[in-house]
């Protein structure tokens, strides 16, 4: 049993808790991308399971996220703001408005994925989610083909981005738990984060190149600010992704560090069943260990 100091210092902890994980939740967030941003703080800072049982008792209730807001019209205002999508465009066409009710759900799930602890969120990305995404990317292209409007695959862009960014937390899962160990293994992960982070930027740049008229105000937004600072921590993260692979091969190739065999697999069996999740994914395509090999291979560097 805890003294009656730890049991204070213990409720102490608990208030702390419920007050910068929920509450917050419900007050502070306007918008998708800032409900987005809290709740990965939240997922990383480990909060105990009372504070996510009330967060996803929060989550969704009166038919509104947070009680509060509309997922439809917070999803309309997210394409706005990360693909420049004009509000006209959004309310407009009888397609738009069908898959913006097709996202409502997706979204939700998203933002529930982060209420988890850690190692459910990697189950819940291999069962649920990548499927779920990998099929709004056909239904988005469908989209913007029967947009008249404009020739930019906004809606195709969005669902893109979205994946690409859940199937590199789902690396970066694996990472996280241990369950990729070994300078091998790191290898490979690394470098599939590489690709995958590298997707996520080529995906940013292309959403970020048709500007409305309004592109002057929206720079000036807190969230538009804060996606300046996003795009630039992935790109922190390709490059240190990136480095990490280089500096792996640096040492396997000087013979500092040796791979490890296996008598009843391979490491391309290894491969194909650790990234066997994004076999359901079209864009972008599931790489294989031949790729791996390939991508990885500076022996025709020579050292200094």
């Not at 929060?58 to 990360?82: I, P, R």
């Not at 040796?258 to 697999?265: M, S």
Request: proline share 3%; with cysteine; aromatic share 10%.
């Amino acid at each position: 049993f805890k003294t009656k100091e730890q049991s204070i210092q213990f409720l102490h902890k608990v208030m702390a808790e419920i007050s910068t994980a929920v509450c917050d939740l419900l007050l502070q967030p306007k918008t998708l991308a800032q409900m987005r941003r809290l709740l990965i703080r939240i997922s990383l800072s480990d909060v105990n399971i009372l504070s996510r049982s009330l967060i996803i008792l929060n989550l969704y209730f009166e038919d509104m996220l947070l009680g509060q807001y509309s997922v439809g019209t917070l999803v309309s205002d997210d394409l706005e703001q990360l693909c420049n999508v004009q509000p006209s465009l959004l309310v407009s066409n009888s397609f738009v408005l069908a898959f913006l009710n097709r996202l409502a759900k997706p979204t939700y799930d998203m933002l529930k994925l982060w209420v988890l602890n850690r190692n459910r969120q990697r189950q819940y990305l291999e069962g649920l989610m990548l499927a779920d995404w990998a099929a709004l990317q056909q239904e988005a292209h469908i989209v913007d083909m029967n947009v008249e409007e404009t020739s930019a695959p906004f809606f195709t862009q969005y669902a893109l981005f979205i994946t690409v960014w859940l199937m590199d937390h789902y690396v970066a899962l694996g990472i996280e738990l241990k369950l990729m160990e070994g300078p091998h293994d790191l290898s490979v992960a690394f470098w599939y984060r590489d690709f995958l982070l590298s997707s996520l930027l080529n995906t940013l740049s292309s959403m970020r190149k048709d500007e409305g008229p309004s592109s002057r105000e929206r720079h000036l937004s807190q969230d538009a600010i804060q996606n300046e600072v996003d795009y630039m921590m992935v790109l922190v993260k390709r490059n240190l992704c990136r480095g990490t692979v280089r500096f792996i091969a640096a040492l396997t190739q000087a013979g500092l560090i040796q791979n490890k065999d296996y008598e009843f697999t391979s490491h391309k069996a290894r491969f194909q069943n650790r990234f066997n999740a994004f076999a359901c994914v079209a864009q972008p395509p599931m790489l294989t260990y031949d790729d791996f090999l390939a991508g990885s291979n500076f022996t025709k560097v020579k050292p200094e």
